[in-house]
């Protein structure tokens, strides 16, 4: 699909899971496949996926793909096995744009 236009922003807010390693972390946001952040603490491989979601749904809109509506927290503690009981799960807020496809 071809985007004909960006028609606003709204806010959403995608779940992160950070996974701790022997020498860093990294983490990844199971509603955008592929969005994916490293660091070696904790709160920089956060913030690194505050940068990284907006990168990637520019990515997503130039490619003509849909962007994907976030799902709930019981969602993945309850339905997914993509959370393990080792895994720190927080949120980041982006701006998603609203797109006219042609």
Do not use: Q
């Not at 990515?59 to 309850?78: A, K, Q, W």
């Amino acid at each position: 699909m071809k985007v004909r236009e960006i028609v606003g922003f709204m806010k959403a807010k995608y779940l992160v899971v950070v996974e701790r390693g022997d020498k860093n972390c990294s983490a990844f946001s199971p509603d955008l496949p592929g969005c994916v952040a490293t660091g070696e603490t904790i709160e920089s491989t956060i913030e690194n996926m505050r940068e990284a979601i907006p990168f990637h749904l520019e990515g997503m809109i130039e490619n003509g793909e849909t962007i994907p509506r976030p799902r709930n927290l019981y969602f993945y503690i309850h339905e997914s096995d993509e959370i393990s009981e080792n895994d720190i799960l927080t949120t980041v807020e982006a701006d998603v744009p609203e797109v006219e496809y042609a």
